[in-house]
């Protein structure tokens, strides 16, 4: 299966890290935080998905590195 895990959800919920729960889940947030703009344009678009990662992955600190970011950007 060239390193993929496959579930069988009928059998199984979850087999070790063989699972969509933070996936599904960042979709979710996703979905939800982009409502909020009535829809992103394609040319746009990856922007503000970096901006959602530097968010979700940097909880306590993605202000200040955004704030240094743009000033040396």
């Known amino acids: 299966m060239d390193g993929h895990l496959a579930v069988t959800h009928s059998d199984t919920y979850v087999i070790a890290d063989a ?6 889940n960042r979709h979710s947030y996703l979905r939800q935080w982009l409502a ?3 829809g992103v344009s394609k040319h746009h678009l990856q922007r503000y998905l970096n901006f959602l990662e530097l ?3 940097e909880p306590d600190s993605w202000f ?3 704030l240094c ?3 040396s950007g």
């Open 19 to 24: 699972h969509t729960n933070t996936c599904e």
């Open 64 to 66: 200040e590195k955004l």
């Open 55 to 57: 968010k979700l992955n």
């Open 36 to 38: 909020k703009f009535r």
């Open 69 to 71: 970011y743009n000033v």
